[in-house]
């Protein structure tokens, strides 16, 4: 089947339309919050232990950086669920199911967040690794493990080798396709770079995070629940 990269497009097109405001103020609102809460912690690490004032002791500014690191580290945890909780979000708005803010934050319940941080630190590491080899594979590679995010938050009862294992059966075929829509959207990013963000902010970021939901349901419905039915079939 080919990929119907137009076809999608214009759905998410017509969901940002009709979602327009949860599509652009929640991400906006989620990022705000987690810079708040960075900046916030940082502050209060730096006023308590002197670092940046050169006025703490030495075992102080050791504390205060160890501190800073854990921060740091919590908070590139938390936004790798709400990254995941995101995908959900748009996916939901996609399939013109009303998208709630709550979304975002999906990813924390049922003990779903050190799933989902594991399979994303493992995606991260192996599009590394095979970027270090060539950048082509390391391109093949990101658009293979492209679904992983979707199937990590939407499907939780796979396994993370099963979501890497599913998004590679997902994206057989359509990787070119994959590459051609992401090439799309190029004349929007140039946009959205020379305008500040401001073309990306309120129409280009949500408008192509929509289309990437788009790929994965249309790969889900076409690939994952076939393969799925065959397995139940199988077993029967």
Excluded at 4 to 14: F, G
Aim: charged share 15%.
């Amino acid at each position: 089947m080919e990929f119907p990269r137009k076809q999608i497009k214009a759905n998410a097109r017509a969901a940002l339309k009709g979602y327009y405001w949860p599509c652009v103020g929640y991400p906006l609102l989620v990022g705000l919050i987690i810079g708040a809460v960075a900046g916030a912690a940082s502050f209060a690490v730096a006023a308590v232990t002197g670092i940046g004032y050169g006025t703490g002791s030495l075992g102080m500014l050791t504390v205060g950086f160890i501190i800073a690191i854990a921060i740091d580290l919590a908070i590139t945890f938390v936004s790798l669920v709400i990254a995941a909780g995101q995908c959900l979000f748009f996916y939901r708005a996609y399939r013109a199911e009303r998208p709630e803010f709550e979304t975002f934050f999906a990813g924390f319940k049922n003990g779903q967040a050190w799933h989902i941080i594991g399979g994303l630190l493992l995606m991260c590491l192996k599009i590394f690794l095979w970027s270090l080899l060539l950048f082509i594979p390391g391109i093949i590679k990101s658009y293979e493990y492209s679904m992983v995010p979707y199937l990590l938050i939407d499907e939780p009862n796979l396994t993370v080798s099963e979501c890497f294992k599913a998004s590679k059966q997902m994206t057989t075929g359509y990787k070119g396709g994959l590459f051609v829509l992401d090439l799309s959207f190029i004349g929007w990013m140039l946009l959205a770079s020379i305008t500040m963000c401001l073309v990306g902010i309120f129409y280009a970021f949500p408008y192509y995070t929509l289309a990437s939901a788009g790929a994965y349901d249309f790969l889900k419905t076409t690939r994952f629940e076939q393969s799925s039915q065959e397995a139940v079939a199988e077993q029967a």
